[in-house]
């Protein structure tokens, strides 16, 4: 299952904002899972450097999938450029690659 399955970081302004697009990507079977957490960021926007609190989630994906669920996650998020990065796992356990595999199944 080598390249089959990624994790996609995303960082949102509030857990509720968090909270509500991850579930829409469950719902939706685009994201086995979504880790969320609460961070502090650091960055620059406008050519000012800024500091916030943020929460980020951490999505299990198939590779596969990351044009759809970026556009998704595009739809629904506030920011203008929102964080939306692809990790691919290298590796894993069987049962779990194959749970994420298998809860990401979409009707054709």
């Known amino acids: 299952m080598n390249g089959e399955i990624s994790t996609v970081l995303v960082t949102y302004p509030d857990e509720q904002t968090a909270r509500t697009i991850c579930r829409s990507l469950i719902e939706r079977r685009l994201v ?3 880790n969320i957490f609460a961070i502090g960021s650091i960055y620059r926007w406008e050519e000012e450097i800024e500091e916030a609190s943020e929460f980020a989630s951490l999505l299990k994906i198939r590779s596969e999938d990351f044009q759809v669920v970026t556009e ?21 356990s069987e049962d779990y690659l194959s749970w994420v595999i298998g809860s990401t199944v979409r009707s054709p």
């Not at 990065?85 to 290298?90: E, G, K, N």
Request: aromatic share 8%; with cysteine; hydrophobic share 40%.
């Open 32 to 34: 086995a899972c979504s």
């Open 72 to 92: 998704a996650i595009r739809q629904l998020h506030p920011y203008e450029v929102p964080c939306i990065v692809r990790y691919d796992v290298a590796e894993g």
